[in-house]
């Protein structure tokens, strides 16, 4: 089982920038497809990006082309770049590990971090 912790969310205006952080602890990270999610109050927890142990990045509807999904297994870090946020982009943000290969469903992920909030003002 791998350990996850999320960072750089926060607080930011309509059309700023945010890039969130989730560190990885465990076995080797470059086994690990990794996946952020989002979930907003009141809905389902969302598909955003993933990124597998080659490097190949794959986008939900949520991330409209202005989220870029990186990752530095030097560091053992996933990246969750987030320009021209919207109000709409207002949820917690979770990073999830799952073996190889990358899945857009919450249900194929068995390890998550604890999530790291971003708030978008209007």
């Known amino acids: 089982q791998v350990r996850l912790v999320e960072s750089g969310g926060g607080l930011v205006q309509a059309g700023g920038s945010l890039r969130l952080s989730c560190t990885a602890s465990?076995?080797?990270?470059?086994?690990?497809?990794l996946a952020w999610f989002r979930q907003a109050p009141g809905r389902e927890r969302e598909f955003v990006a993933a990124?597998?142990?080659?490097?190949?990045?794959y986008y939900g509807d949520a991330a409209n082309g202005r989220f870029t999904c990186s990752r530095d297994d030097a560091k053992n870090t996933v990246y969750l770049q987030m320009n021209r946020l919207k109000p709409e982009d207002t949820a917690v943000y979770y990073c999830?590990?799952?073996?190889?290969?990358?899945?857009?469903?919450?249900?194929?992920?068995?390890?998550w971090g604890q999530g790291t909030q971003v708030t978008v003002s209007s």
């Open positions: 999830a590990a799952r073996n190889y290969v990358i899945a857009a469903s919450s249900s194929q992920y068995a390890s």
């Open positions: 465990g076995r080797t990270f470059s086994d690990y497809a």
């Open positions: 990124i597998s142990g080659s490097g190949t990045s």
